[in-house]
């Protein structure tokens, strides 16, 4: 039912279509309007087209090419009417059939075909008796007179009637129109502005026709021009012209702007048939593309066979067979546009042709044979391709009259162009799959590798990297998903632990306010005490090593003095170390030196580091601070000799409840480096753990702040 609803972008692209042909014949009419104008016809401050210089020239041509009709030509060159003079009729009019010959150079004339005369015999001929050609091959609005005296032969190509028997009769009606040119023994007469004799003088023309036997011609254009020749053309034309000049200024932007809408509309609406979605397509979108075009031309062709095969004085046949032509032309292009688009719409204008049909067959056998098969195949078409250009080219240089040479290194040209982008584009597909793989290689599993851009082996190879990335990705998903689950955990039992121990706590310190009963009882409330405390710390750093490692911590940063924050912290731990016998060297910078971060939070770091060597160093030791200012970052570093046998890497002791001492004999959680290396990288630093044997050593790098 959806499908059987009108479409108005149908409807209005068929509207379109008989709009289009109107606005763009007006569009064509004021161009050419104004081409014409601009560069063809001089128009010299008149609006006359008898006035124009292309008028005059042209009438000036017909006078000088009518010199050499045949009944003109030298005796000594040709015999023509004379000669082949056959009488029909004894007692009237005489038809002559004469050879029709070609000037090839001045004087020199060649054989073309008989032209047909009628003759009147025995006319008045300035006072001779003479004989009038009647030219009834000839059927134009010019009308001539020509006369030649020494042979008293006159030419005209008016209709032979009662009323041209005679030369007067013939001058007169010539003479009744209103444009004319008359030449006798010199001296020209005439109303067209640009033959005068003043000036025409000079043209080699009219000294060719001075010199020549002809002593009067006499000439006129028929008023109303009624003849379709090339004079009503011209005509007609210059008229449109000068119309069209002088809408042009606004139709042509006009036509221009309606045509791009309709154009518009009319690619938005091809393929579209009813309300239902896509492109519908019908039997000639789905013929080879190069058929289609075929088809097309053929009854384009058709249709300009209509302008040829009119050949009529009536106007109204004349003007059936150009609508019937133009029609059938239109329909053609439009049949054309129509598939092209669809075919471009649905993404099938390439494979829709024969050259593609035949190239996927030759590619799909090639895809099914090996990597070696396929490279000793191409390359063995490529220098069978080049080695034929190659020798063709060289012979063609050889050859003469041979033009073939531009022809062939053509063809090698695009040879070497066409492997050039061949191997370009395989470059660039192996540049993708490597971008891919180093994505995937630096933990990066979103990657853009789209597999329908590539073929044959390649299209493979992307479709099992999408296959790694996608598993991957769901690994490291589902590894964060665990993570945060774990973290989660410990957030709840934390929360969960830290409401009773509170109470306990609480409940510790009513009790030593009490009196005990015996030394034994407060011995027990000290280790429960001390208990409790322990487990406090735990949750605690519990608590925080699970939003340090998810970031969930807001962070202050503010300048820090770092040579201030570490006297702090070394102060706190003055106690514990003289403790355990243990000595700090501190090294700091003369200057002081600032860091921008959240000073809570470095102090922690600090504090967990100072911890960790008040716990793990070998009593009697010494503990190394330095502070090493450089160009743009601040290192802290700390080591110390470890009072037990480090036998762990790097990733172990980083590792939550990961501790120094395998027989967990001090109070540690295992949580303090793994919560001073996630503060530190929150706070835009970096942590680093340097283990060699039994020397521990923790770097802190942050960036210089400029003072």
Known sequence: MENNKISW?????????????FFGLILIACITGLVIIDTDIEVEETTNYYDTRIFSNNYFNSIYNYLYIPVFVNDQNSKLVTSSTQRLDANSEKEAISTDYEEISHGHYRFVEPYAYDIQENVDINGKKGVIYYD?????????????????????????????????????????????????????????????????????????????????????????????????????????????????????????????????IVLNGIGKKGKGPGIHLNGFDKVPLEMAFIIGFTIMGIGASCFIAVNSELRAIIFSGVIIGALIIYLACMML???????????????????????????????????????????????????IATSAMINARYVAYDDSETFWFMVLMALGIGTFIYLFTKMKQFQNIQKALQAIYEGNTNIELNSNELTGVLKQMAIHIEDIAGGLSNAIQQSLKNERQKTELITNVSHDIKTPLTSIINYVDLLKKEEMPNEKAKEYLEILDSKSQRLKRLTEDLVEASKASSGNIKLKKEKININELIKQVSGEFEDKFKARNLEEIMTLPEENVFIEADGRYLYRV????????????????????????????????????????????????????VRGDSSRNTEGSGLGLSIASSLTELQGGKFHIYLDGDLFKVTLGFEKLKE
């Open 606 to 657: 600090l504090e967990n580091l100072y911890s960790n060597a008040s716990k793990y160093a070998m009593e009697g030791s010494r503990i190394y601070l330095d502070v090493v200012p450089k160009q743009t970052s601040i290192v802290i570093q700390m080591k110390n000799v470890s009072k037990e046998k480090l036998n762990i890497t790097t990733e172990e002791l980083m590792q939550r409840f």
């Open 337 to 387: 546009l129509e598939t092209v688009v669809k075919r471009m719409k649905t993404h099938t204008l390439w494979k829709t042709t024969i050259l593609y049909m035949i190239g996927h067959g030759i590619k799909t056998v090639l895809d099914n044979r090996r990597w070696g098969t396929k490279l000793v195949l191409a390359y063995g078409g490529f220098c069978l391709v080049g080695g």
């Open 9 to 21: 972008a149908r409807v209005s692209k068929n509207i379109c279509y008989f709009l289009a042909p």
């Open 136 to 264: 009834i091959n000839t059927n134009n609005n010019f009308q001539y007179l020509m006369i030649d005296t020494q042979k008293n032969i006159a030419v005209t190509n008016l209709e032979h009637t009662m009323r041209t028997d005679s030369i007067e009769e013939i001058k007169q009606i010539i003479g009744e129109n209103s444009i004319y040119w008359n030449f006798q023994k010199g001296k020209v007469d005439t109303n067209i502005s640009h033959l005068s004799l003043e000036e025409i003088r000079y043209k080699l023309q009219y000294k060719n026709m001075n010199s020549s036997n002809i002593e009067e011609i006499y000439t006129s254009l028929i008023n109303d021009l009624p003849y379709k020749d090339d004079y009503a053309l011209t005509k007609f034309t210059y008229d449109l012209s000068m119309k069209a000049n002088t809408l042009a200024p606004i139709l042509i932007p006009v036509c221009i702007a309606v045509l791009l809408a309709l154009g518009l």
